[in-house]
């Protein structure tokens, strides 16, 4: 009976929850120059074998204290490199004795994976022929007796032309593999496909070249509806609908949350068969060090051209657990997100959102890339859109989605609104305020618009009916000369730590004398 036990003993020590992850490590690179490297990792630009030493060691430390037992990681320069990774691993007690990698010719670098289970099989699906195209990795781990297909991203990045039609390549190069699996695969897609799980609500105008379809959605049909998962066939669930939305995200650019990674899910792994997600188990990845003290992401440090040998990445990893189980719809699929229409006042009230909030006539009064400066009323209160307002027009009015919502040192912002409804055209003129509007009280809150200004600049202040107001040209090498006497079109009444009157464009403003 001993015997039994002993040998039946490492299949129930298996048979238990396993935790899969994955992680843009942001740039792992070898020392060893090959000629596809990007510019800045060469010696040139103190990338040593010091420096990949300590970029190793950051990468194993946030590993092991992530513990995934499957792990996809993009951003690998190659296969030498993951090896390398691979044994520091070892080395520090949380070895991953599996592993596998894409080969993709004339990338800067790879997609690959680490794993604790056996890796039984693997191959690439190749995405395209264009430099810097990388493939998609599908590797065949066997996980509890179950064959699991992993497959690894890293879709084209949306900087430098990162157009939504090439991500489409991706998506359509993915679908395609996944169209000749048979209907009962357990599968997983996981990585950085770039786009976050939002992103159909409203494309960024900049990248918008397929009339806001994308690839994510509209190919590979991801949804964070748990309910049209079940009712479609061919649907992909992102697991990101699990979390408030004030956690959803693992990205910062700029300021603004992302969600470019994700774990997607078909619905064999959320069946009563084989492998299953563990409802509610999804998260990020989040420690004190991978935070500066300042509370962004503490990247990879690079800066005036050198590697500086400190940080981690500009990603935090995500995760989820599953198991053998029968999947159990709990806490935390996808929560019924109330949606109420509210004012803007009531923003200012709130420094995070439960549920989503609608915005009636929102009329937009100022308007600059993806920022812009929105009223419902003459009388009501103004808030800045930041980051969020691409497919907006001046003088127009919408409805208005809001998902999220910031105070950056004290300046109320929206950073996720999308686009309801279109109104009509409005005259915005009984919105601004003027040089009058200074002695009344609306003149002290942020968030206003004023026009036609006239008054003197000196030394970082704004002095204008008897008023000093403290003024910050958004474009530094057009501050106008001390003591100018100036005429400002438009300003935007900000605040950074203080009120400040905020000129975003030379156009803005004429200097009458010196």
């Known amino acids: 009976m001993r015997i039994v036990l002993l040998l039946i003993l490492p299949f129930f020590l298996l048979a238990k929850p396993f935790k899969v ?7 792992l690179f070898d020392a060893r120059y090959s000629g596809t490297e990007y510019q800045e990792y060469t010696k040139k630009h103190n990338w040593t074998e010091r420096t990949v030493e300590i970029k190793l060691n950051h990468t194993a430390e946030v590993i092991c204290d992530l513990n995934a037992d499957i792990l996809g990681v993009q951003e690998i320069e190659n296969e030498p490199i993951l090896r390398a990774l691979q044994k520091k691993l070892d080395e520090v007690g949380c070895a991953y004795p599996y592993l596998a990698i894409t080969h993709t010719k004339r990338a800067s670098v790879q997609v690959g994976l680490l794993s604790r289970f056996p890796i039984r099989s693997t191959k690439e699906i190749a995405v395209g022929r264009s430099p810097g195209t990388r493939n998609i990795l599908e590797a065949v781990a066997e996980v509890q007796n179950t064959p699991l297909h992993i497959f690894v991203n890293h879709w084209k990045s949306r900087s430098r032309e990162g157009w939504e039609s090439k991500r ?6 993915l679908q395609k593999r996944l169209d000749r699996l048979p209907g009962s695969a357990e599968y997983l897609l996981l990585g950085d496909f770039n786009t976050d799980y939002d992103a159909y609500l409203s494309l960024e105008a900049r990248i918008n070249d397929t009339e806001g379809k994308t690839g994510l959605h509209d190919i590979v049909h991801a949804t964070d509806d748990l309910s049209s998962l079940t009712r479609e066939a061919g649907r992909h669930y992102t697991l990101w609908g699990e979390l408030e939305l004030d956690g959803r995200w693992n990205t910062k650019f700029y300021g603004r949350r992302g969600t470019p990674d994700h774990i997607l899910l078909p619905r064999t792994m959320m069946d009563d068969k084989g492998i299953n997600y563990i409802d509610g188990s999804f998260g990020v990845f989040r420690r004190s060090y991978l935070f500066t003290k300042r509370g ?3 990247s990879w440090e690079y800066k005036k051209g050198k590697h500086r040998g400190r940080g981690y990445s500009d990603h935090l990893p995500i995760y989820a657990y599953f198991d053998t189980k029968p999947y159990h719809l709990g806490k935390g699929a996808k929560r019924t997100i109330q949606r ?4 803007i006042e009531y923003l200012y009230g709130t420094e995070t959102l439960s549920g989503e909030l609608v915005l009636k ?5 100022w308007k600059e890339r993806g920022n812009a400066l929105i009223k419902q009323s003459p009388e009501g209160r103004g808030i800045f859109l930041y980051g969020c307002a691409d497919g907006l027009q ?6 208005l989605l809001v998902r999220g919502i910031k105070t950056y040192h004290g300046l109320k912002e929206i950073t996720h609104a999308y686009l309801l409804k279109e109104k009509a055209e409005t005259d915005i003129s009984p919105y601004l305020l003027t040089q009058g509007d200074l002695s009344k009280p609306i003149a002290t809150r942020q968030n206003e618009l004023f026009k036609s200004l006239t008054g003197i600049y000196r030394e970082g202040y704004f002095y204008v009916s008897g008023r000093k107001i403290p003024i910050y040209f958004k474009k530094r090498n057009s501050t106008p000369p ?9 300003a935007h009444l900000g605040y950074y730590k203080n009120l400040q009157l905020v000129v975003y464009s030379p156009k803005d403003f004429t200097v009458l004398e010196k």
């Open 296 to 298: 962004y992401i503490n």
């Open 21 to 27: 992850a994955t992680y843009n490590v942001e740039n």
């Open 482 to 490: 001390n003591g100018s006497k100036l005429k400002i079109a438009y």
């Open 168 to 173: 489409m390549v991706y998506a359509k190069a």
């Open 340 to 343: 109420e229409v509210k004012p």
């Open 394 to 399: 001046e003088g127009k009015a919408y409805d």
């Open 361 to 365: 006539d929102a009329v937009v009064l």
